[in-house]
């Protein structure tokens, strides 16, 4: 998991437990990465993240403004939002679908093959193959794409893509019931994995582009939502 992903999910933490408020101090940058285990420097990488995030503010010196203070909640409340949106029929399926078309082709086109996100993308498409289980599928299917996203790299954008991709993975899910054959479908959505991940090795961005814009939109096609995309 990045960095400033696992520091974001202990705020998360923290602010759930009570343990840390908004307007709260996070621990000098030493105790957190002894806690978190992980490196100063990632530590820090991961406050730079999260204060262009607007989740964070970092002050310098000492005094009353000095340290990290949380200054509102982390861009998972957005992924719990979308959740509860989508769930309740407030926010269009179609709106999610479309922005995340344009989240993904965007990271497709720029990711750099020889990115190590990409052999994590690899490694998780080979765990896929052995996989008959749509629940399990669709969470490989999740960080798939979180890998390919990564690999452009483009920390903000990563972010974004994890909270709104991860918002819909149970949306998602639930389509499977629409589908005639999961088998088939899986097998499509192999097949269909296997040609990004080849175009961005292979230095085509626009083919990795138009591929995942296709791959996306033809599952909630299939699904039954294709009218409304």
Request: glycine residues 10%; proline residues 3%; negative net charge.
């Amino acid at each position: 998991m990045r960095t400033h992903r696992v520091v974001l999910q202990w705020i998360e933490e923290q602010l759930s437990s009570g343990q840390l408020r908004v307007g709260g101090r996070l621990p000098a940058e030493r105790t957190l990465a002894e806690q978190l285990g992980v490196s100063r420097t990632s530590v820090r990488e991961a406050i730079r993240i999260l204060e262009a995030l607007g989740v964070v503010r970092a002050g310098v010196g000492s005094g009353p403004d000095a340290g990290t203070v949380v200054i509102s909640e982390p861009t998972a409340a957005l992924g719990s939002a979308l959740r509860l949106h989508v769930a309740t029929s407030h926010l269009p399926v179609a709106d999610i679908v479309q922005t995340r078309v344009l989240l993904e082709s965007w990271a497709a086109a720029r990711a750099l093959p020889d990115s190590p996100a990409l052999a994590e993308a690899a490694s998780l498409l080979e765990q896929m193959e052995g996989s008959g289980d749509p629940e399990e599928f669709l969470a490989l299917d999740v960080r798939f794409h979180l890998a390919l996203a990564d690999a452009a790299g483009n920390v903000v954008v990563s972010a974004m893509m994890g909270s709104l991709r991860e918002s819909i993975q149970d949306y998602a899910g639930r389509l499977t019931g629409n589908l005639p054959d999961w088998a088939a479908t899986a097998a499509r959505l192999r097949q269909e994995h296997r040609g990004i991940l080849a175009a961005i090795t292979g230095h085509d961005g626009a083919a990795a582009a138009r591929l995942v814009a296709e791959h996306i939109e033809g599952y909630y096609a299939e699904a039954g939502l294709g009218g409304s995309l």
